[in-house]
Structures are given as structure tokens and as C-alpha cells.
């Protein structure tokens, strides 16, 4: 990604999707990336075991307690949590760069990581929480995908719970019921924040252009 300093006209946004999971949370970041080619996304370190079809270094960087434990100890993480008895966190650096080169970077963490990014970088934050329709869908929804154990599946559905009870803490709420209208009304979240006022880096220049040309 090259970017000319003189391209950037706005400050990057941290646009975190947190959800129970079995929401739609996946299926919703992927669009989103396909649809918005400002949009890069945050991707995490996790102790956890790839499932079926996932790959290293594109949904998760998969490794062992170890190498986690190294990384938190040289403060390489913006923030970690344990979830379901694995570690997951989100690495510094690539955030950093897509935030200098004025793009923005999508997470999909939960609440505990949410609430660590509001303390370390709030200025920067957008919160959208989704939420399935019903605990019906939900769970359909978990045993759709077949990618998990029915034991699995009870943890995460009993999880649920606990992870709803944090929407208040986040700027927008939504409940998806239709994909493509909860991917239209993530896009038009996006897009208002990218023009809020604080956002706007050349503001000042073109107000003052504009004002000396009258
Ligand atoms: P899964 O195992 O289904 O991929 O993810 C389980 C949960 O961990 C999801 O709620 C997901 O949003 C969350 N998660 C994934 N990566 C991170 C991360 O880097 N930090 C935090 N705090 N949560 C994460």
C-alpha cells in the first residue's frame, strides 16, 4: 500500500465490530472488506487452533502459548483477552501504519478487547455492536457452520449472554436480520465518521482557500 503523504486528508479510524459469536460477524467483515478499499483489517494472534478452512496469516496468525506469552511480555499487543480458554490479541505495529497512512482498520474483537482499545485509543474508536435476531437464529446459525463441537457450541451459545450485556458500550447497535441491509447501514456508519470534523485534516486549508477566493 504506497500513500503519498500529500494524499492523506483524514485521520484513520479504529471501527471495531463486536457480536456474540454466530451473529454474523465474519460474514459481515468480509463484505465489507470486499465492498471498501479504505477499509484494511486488524488481524489477530490467537492461541486457538485453526478450524476447517482457516488460514494462517489471513484470519488469525495461529500460535502456541509460548510465542503468545513472548509477545505480551515485549508489550507487542494494542490488546489481548482471553476468550473460551484461548488467548487472542491484536498486534501494534500493522495498526499503526494503516492509521498513519491515514486508512482504517477493522476489528473483530470482543468486549474485553473494546474496552482496552477505549482506554488506549479512544479518540480513534468506533464501536458497533451487532446482535442476531433471536437466541433461535443464533444457535442455528452456530451449528450451520459446522465448524465446531456441540460442546463447543453450548460454550458459546452460554457466552452469548454475557457478551450482549456490554452492548451499552458501544456508539451503535445493530440487529442483523438482513445481511445486505446490516452491511448498508455498516457502510453508512463508516461513511459519517470518516466526515466528522475532527477527522477532516485539510479542513482549515480549503475553508481558507475558499474564503480567499471571495
Ligand atoms: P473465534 O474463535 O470465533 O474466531 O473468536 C472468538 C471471539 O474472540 C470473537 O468474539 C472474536 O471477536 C474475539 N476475538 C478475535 N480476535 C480477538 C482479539 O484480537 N482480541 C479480542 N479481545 N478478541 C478477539
Redesign the pocket.
Known sequence: MEINDNEITRKGLMFVL?SP?GAG?TSLSRKLLELDKELFLSI?Y?T?PPRPGEIDGEDYFFVNNDDFAFMQEQNEFL???K??D?Y???PKKPVKKILDKGRDILF???W??TQQLMNNSKDHLVKVFVLPPSIKELERRLKERKQDEDEIIQKRMSRASD?MSHYAEYDYILVNDDFDKTVKEIISILNAERLKNHRQIKTQKIVKNLRGSL
Request: proline content about 0%; aromatic content about 20%; overall charge negative.
Open positions: 463486536s459469536s460477524k489477530s490467537t486457538r490488546e489481548y483477552a476468550v473460551f484461548y487472542y490479541g491484536t473483530d474483537i470482543d474485553q478487547g457478551e
